[in-house]
């Protein structure tokens, strides 16, 4: 499982309140990746980091930011949450190989936005 | 803009068939695509990658292919089991670029 772990694992919050989900790794890995998942959409990329406070938008960047002060965690903040960012939050790692690049992914969290 | 479509979006086969799950891209300048198997509620888990130099590459009962030209791979299962049910997940990385994902194809396998 690549030591990847996510907290909390479920979430429940009102619109307008500020969340963080936080992704801690053990394995020193260089690049962390969050992403959402939603029906229909598939995995769509948030923001991700190349190394401790590098960090880079995605895809589907607006309404998040990023913090990654320590190499093992990964911080997701949703400024302002809104019914529209109810989803599940995957955090990933990979690490640069040749081309052997694979990504492993944490168990999720599921966000539900009241 | 890279893109990444699967076809079927669902699909249901007797247990024992031998089946194909497809994925297609729009620029072939990748780097290697991967299938991952997300079980329901669960992360995704790498099966197969592929480097864009390879043709296939094979993982017991699970086979990958790879023909950049057209934009395509397929992923062969073989002798499905019940166990095998679940989403199947294609990612293409591209050179300088994050990884991009396909919506998925949701299998069952029935008893």
């Known amino acids: 499982d690549a030591g990847i772990t996510q907290s909390p694992r479920h979430k429940v919050t009102e619109t307008g309140t500020p969340v963080t989900l936080r992704c801690h790794q053990t394995?020193?890995?260089?690049?962390m990746y969050w992403y959402r998942q939603d029906p229909g959409h598939g995995l769509r990329l948030i923001h991700y980091?190349?190394?401790?406070?590098?960090?880079d938008k995605g895809e589907v960047s607006d309404g998040y930011s990023v913090s990654r002060s320590k190499t093992e965690d990964f911080l997701l903040t949703l400024e302002s949450a809104t019914s529209s960012q109810t989803s599940v939050y995957f955090c990933a790692i990979s690490e640069p190989a040749g081309g052997w690049e694979t990504q492993y992914f944490g168990p999720g969290t599921r966000l539900l936005v009241l | 803009k890279q893109e990444v479509t699967q076809i079927p979006a669902a699909l249901s086969v007797p247990e024992g068939e031998n089946l194909v799950l497809n994925c297609s891209f729009t620029?072939?300048?990748?780097?290697?695509l991967q299938w991952f198997r997300q079980d329901p509620g669960k992360g995704l888990t790498s099966l197969l990658l592929i480097q864009s130099s390879q043709r296939e590459q094979t993982s017991g009962r699970l086979n990958a292919s790879l023909d950049k030209s057209s934009g395509r791979s397929t992923l062969y299962i073989a002798a499905s089991q019940p166990g095998d049910s679940a989403t199947y997940l294609c990612?293409?990385?591209?050179?300088?670029?994050?990884?991009?994902f396909g919506p998925g194809t949701r299998l069952s396998v029935l008893p």
């Open positions: 990612a293409v990385l591209n050179y300088g670029q994050n990884f991009v």
């Open positions: 620029d072939s300048a990748i780097y290697n």
């Open positions: 980091s190349y190394g401790v406070k590098d960090t």
């Open positions: 394995e020193n890995h260089r690049y």
